[in-house]
């Protein structure tokens, strides 16, 4: 049995081949960044909004797509690919102008779309579209949650609510399309019971995928100043590796869990300079997991089964 409902696993299992995430940038801005929220931006983000690094934003998306499938294909051979709308907040338009911008994923090797938003840029119109791609591709809305709690939103300047993700996570499932939520460990102010708290939300809400996040320092953003002024600690390696186990234990064993890390491009990056080591970070974790005795969804399972209750303490479970 696999550590870890990995996503890798996931598609190969799924397609047959490895299966390649292009990210892409559609142009899009973001509520958080263009004042309509009142904030400014997340403290955490900065101008190029996750950008991938071989994303050209001066291309359009077909463009985009196209380029990165024969460099992949040049590489590695035929294979098969996600069009990831990365960049910045991919629902931000009425959904009369998604249409188009989404029809350039449209690709014989694309296999996948997954879309990369806010929960509060979401409606009826924007799933209802989004749905109507189900039966060509496998489909994905990712969610910025970052934390469960409302006070840490609020000190990131997010803009919504955990109520606000909820509500999106519920709605998108109606019309039975994944969701994946992006959480971030290490946050100013959260204990690490706090972040075992939002894994505890995302399982009981039964969202499809989880992106666990390093809390990392990029040039550019607000978050940088308060580094650069003592005012934000960021975990070290050994750290990290025990919340992300942690997390993992308290995740629904039926959750994908599509990264472990995160770190921005290495001309972005300020700090930590650890988690340049990204293979390096995702190797401890699953060495820590080893050394436990334990997996994604023990303490979960735990949680439910009176039988693994009692053998909690031969498998390390947290309580």
């Not at 029809?103 to 109507?132: C, F, H, M, W, Y």
């Amino acid at each position: 049995m696999r550590l870890y409902n990995d996503y890798n696993s996931y598609l190969r299992e799924k397609y047959g081949c490895k299966v390649y995430r292009i990210g892409l940038d559609a142009g899009f801005s973001c509520p958080n960044r263009d004042g309509t929220k009142g904030f400014g931006g997340c403290i955490y983000c900065n101008e190029e909004g996750s950008r991938a690094s071989y994303a050209d934003p001066a291309l359009s998306v077909a463009e985009q797509l196209r380029s990165r499938i024969k460099k992949l294909r040049e590489k590695n051979g035929p294979k098969k690919y996600i069009a990831y709308f990365q960049a910045f907040t991919n629902t931000y338009a009425p959904a009369k102008e998604l249409r188009p911008i989404y029809d350039q994923a449209a690709s014989n090797d694309v296999v996948g779309i997954s879309i990369g938003t806010r929960p509060d840029a979401i409606d009826l119109a924007k799933l209802e579209l989004i749905a109507s791609y189900k039966d060509r591709y496998e489909v994905w809305i990712e969610y910025g949650l970052q934390s469960a709690h409302d006070k840490t939103l609020l000190a990131l300047q997010r803009g919504h609510t955990f109520a606000d993700f909820a509500n999106a996570v519920h709605l998108t499932k109606r019309f039975g399309i994944s969701v994946c939520g992006h959480v971030i460990l290490g946050l100013p102010g959260e204990t690490a019971a706090e972040m075992m708290e939002t894994a505890d939300k995302l399982s009981e809400l039964k969202v499809d995928g989880v992106k666990i996040h390093l809390l990392h320092i990029l040039k550019g953003s607000r978050l940088e100043q308060l580094y650069a002024g003592g005012k934000i600690r960021l975990p070290e390696q050994d750290e990290y590796v025990e919340l992300v186990c942690d997390f993992l234990e308290r995740l629904s064993p039926d959750i994908v869990i599509q990264r472990l890390t995160g770190e921005g491009t290495r001309e972005k990056h300020v700090a930590p300079l650890w988690a340049l080591d990204k293979l390096g970070t995702i190797k401890k974790i699953e060495e820590t997991l080893k050394k436990r005795g334990s997996r994604q969804g023990t303490s979960f399972e735990a949680a439910f089964n009176p039988k693994i209750k009692i053998q909690r303490s031969k498998l390390h479970i947290k309580t």
